[in-house]
């Protein structure tokens, strides 16, 4: 599902595909870049895609924590180290 499409030069168009997803598609039909941004979160991990079968989960410095292909682990990871990292800082502000 497209939420919007821009041409960005002659023949060459940007689609946003997915909430933190665009792909450039060239003259021929063909894309040639994917670009997955880092969701906003509130949370000190989360998840996006990657590619056609990967999940990232993105640590609080938006680099790539770790990687899998089961969406349901990549999520069930993203809570344990966002509620492992809670418990940290409870940790260090209480002394």
């Avoid at 003259?27 to 990657?50: L, Y």
Wanted: with cysteine; net charge neutral; glycine share 8%.
């Amino acid at each position: 599902m497209r939420k919007f499409s821009e041409q960005v030069a002659p023949g060459i168009w940007m689609d946003q595909i997915d909430d933190g997803q665009f792909v450039m598609t060239e003259r021929n039909g063909m894309a040639s870049v994917i670009i997955h941004t880092t969701p906003k979160t509130k949370e000190p991990f989360c998840v996006r895609a990657s590619g056609n079968v990967g999940q990232e989960i993105i640590g609080p410095d938006g680099l790539v924590f770790a990687w899998t292909t089961d969406p349901v682990k990549a999520a069930h990871i993203c809570k344990l180290l966002t509620a492992y990292k809670n418990v940290q800082d409870k940790k260090e502000s209480s002394g």
